[in-house]
């Protein structure tokens, strides 16, 4: 089933369940002005029961240090929630974003959704973070 989360503004936010996995999929920049969407859309899902996210930033040409920071905000929302959050992203400028930030480590990348939701969430995959993955 997929839900739009937040229609306008030239930035979708689009939910849909897969293999255990809430994708919830960002087209356009993310930044100051789509950030706090993006972050509340997460935070409704999470409220709603959802634990397990793969944040599909693969439509996303642009990533400002808002966006970064409005992750890092979901990702301890979604920790405190016993949950995961997995990101896909093949575009090195983004991850670029995530790199100058010093957050590459602590997150696991993926190029694609079927990637990253090929194998069902189990456990709590936040427990630890932020330590850096190896």
Known sequence: MHTELTPGNGNEIDHYGTNGW????????VDLCSSPMIR????????????H???????????????????VAITKRIRAHAGSLLL?????????VFKAGG????????????????RAPHGSGLAG??????
Do not use: N
């Open 129 to 134: 973070w932020p330590c850096s993955r190896v």
């Open 103 to 118: 957050l590459h480590s602590v997150y696991a990348f993926h190029d694609s959704v079927s990637e990253a939701t090929r």
């Open 53 to 71: 996210f793969v944040l599909d930033l693969c439509q996303v040409p642009f990533l400002d240090s808002m966006g970064l920071g409005m992750i």
């Open 88 to 96: 896909t992203c093949a575009d090195h400028r983004v991850r670029k």
């Open 22 to 29: 809430t994708v919830v999929s960002v087209t356009g920049d």
């Open 40 to 51: 509340d859309a997460v935070i409704r899902l999470v409220d709603e029961g959802h634990r």
